[in-house]
């Protein structure tokens, strides 16, 4: 859903499913984009990474999809783990090496 | 050390006073950022510093924000005459070099509050 004001959108699913959250960017110029985890009180942690030359990258539990037709970013979390429970935002470079910015982020509940 | 430190962890400040953020980076690490982070919402860059190179501070939002970074190591961010809009988490960042990719690491963050 889209975030209006302070309501994040939100995802809740069971423990051992699995969780896509997904990202529109804006600027056509990106061809970096990362996926961070924000946990309750801490600061962002990367993720995983794709560049504009690939439309898939899998890690561990973790894939990330790019479609640049649409400007679409999507992050696949297999077997979803409470330890998953967090803030998950998307960021574009917008051509730039060091300058992201960042959606606004999706909550992810995981239910035991 | 280990990590990517800030302090202090919150700051309680009232409206119109002056506020400093400090941000120590991993050593060794030559560029660090500044974001902010406003309730609910994704991070706001604010500012880079890369070795010894003039700053990017085109995400200041209004010239009461000023950053520096003495030695290539600490960081300081000021914010002169708090305003209510200001609160917000600041988030500090450091890497080996400019590119916010794997070698990134955020600190935890300064909660500012302004009453």
């Known amino acids: 859903g889209e975030n209006v004001g302070l309501h994040l959108p939100t995802l809740s699913v069971q423990e051992g499913d699995n969780s896509i959250i997904n990202c529109a960017y804006s600027?056509?110029?990106?061809?970096?984009f990362i996926w961070y985890k924000q946990e309750s009180g801490k600061g962002p942690q990367f993720i995983i990474d794709?560049?504009?030359?690939?439309d898939k990258r899998q890690g561990q539990r973790v894939t990330v999809l790019l479609n640049k037709t649409v400007k679409h970013l999507s992050l696949q979390i297999a077997a979803t783990q409470p330890g998953d429970s967090a803030v998950y935002f998307c960021?574009?470079?917008?051509?730039?090496?060091?300058?992201?910015?960042f959606g606004k982020g999706t909550l992810l509940t995981v239910n035991p | 050390g280990a990590g990517v430190s800030q302090s202090p962890s919150n700051k309680v400040t009232e409206k119109g006073k002056d506020v400093e953020l400090r941000c120590d980076p991993i050593?060794?690490?030559?560029?660090l950022y500044w974001y902010r982070q406003s309730l609910g919402q994704g991070l706001e860059f604010l500012i880079y510093?890369?070795?010894?190179?003039?700053?990017?501070k085109s995400g200041l939002p209004s010239d009461r924000f000023s950053a520096e970074r003495t030695g290539g190591s600490v960081s300081t961010l000021t914010i002169q005459r708090t305003q209510q809009e200001d609160s917000a988490v600041y988030l500090c960042?450091?890497?080996?070099?400019?590119?916010?990719?794997?070698?990134?690491?955020f600190g935890q963050g300064t909660r500012l509050t302004v009453v």
């Open positions: 960042a450091s890497s080996l070099e400019g590119q916010m990719n794997t070698e990134a690491f």
């Open positions: 600027n056509s110029a990106s061809d970096y």
């Open positions: 794709i560049r504009s030359n690939m």
């Open positions: 960021a574009e470079n917008g051509g730039s090496n060091y300058k992201l910015t």
């Open positions: 050593s060794g690490h030559t560029a």
């Open positions: 510093f890369q070795g010894n190179s003039a700053p990017d």
